[in-house]
T-cell receptor, first 114, second 110 residues
């Protein structure tokens, strides 16, 4: 069964450093997403991406965040200058379409900012 | 009203019991809804989609009441392996953004 994969599974970084989280969506999917979940809290939407551009983003997704699809398979989330409060689990998701289409989630990258 | 609201639980039930979870949503324009299951420190996994009045899949039944903006999930004959957090999810915004509830924790015990 096709699945979304993410690397790394865990990342520890110092405050102020840049991090890049990587995702390989399901191959025939066209819509890509990033969500985050702070420990003990609910899953929160960050951004959706379609046709090589951002289609929607949340208030959390400020200028410190960016997304890119550098090639035909990878989808990345970059945090330019990490803050302590960026510590969370980051989930990538993909879907074949939007509206009623199911979003499939990757296993997540646990980011710890020290 | 919060966009998606759930009772956080935990619900502790014996194996074989029937348990129901409720969820209310604020966006009356939402057309479809989802129940996801999340195991501890894992990703959310789709359990059921709800588009019309309801949906049934084996031991799981989801119901939708648009007038009351209320979704429920019923689990019959609960198993130990059903222990997880159940997330009520509504697409909002342009339909791409999933808005999650805080989740309801279920613990099925012997």
């Amino acid at each position: 069964e096709p699945e979304v994969t993410q690397t790394p599974s865990h990342q520890v970084t110092q405050m102020g450093q840049e991090v890049i989280l990587r995702c390989v969506p399901i191959s025939n999917h066209l819509y890509f997403y990033w969500y985050r979940q702070i420990l003990g809290q609910k899953v929160e939407f960050l951004v959706s991406f379609y046709n090589n551009e951002i289609s929607e983003k949340s208030e959390i997704f400020d200028d410190q965040f960016s997304v890119e699809r550098p090639d035909g398979s990878n989808f990345t989330l970059k945090i330019r200058s990490t803050k302590l409060e960026d510590s969370a689990m980051y989930f990538c998701a993909s879907s074949a379409g939007h509206l009623r289409e199911t979003q499939y989630f990757g296993p997540g990258t646990r980011l710890l900012v020290l | 009203r919060k966009e998606v609201e759930q009772d956080p639980g935990p619900f502790n039930v014996p194996e074989g019991a029937t348990v129901a979870f409720n969820c209310t949503y604020s966006n009356s324009a939402s057309q479809s809804f989802f129940w996801y299951r999340q195991d501890c420190r894992k990703e959310p996994k789709l359990l059921m989609s709800v588009y019309s009045s309801g949906n049934e899949d084996g031991r799981f039944t989801a119901q939708l009441n648009r007038a009351s903006q209320y979704i429920s999930l019923l689990i019959r004959d609960s198993k130990l392996s059903d222990s997880a957090t159940y997330l009520c999810v509504c697409p909002t915004g342009g339909g791409n953004k999933l808005t999650f509830g805080t989740g309801t924790q279920l613990k099925v015990e012997l």
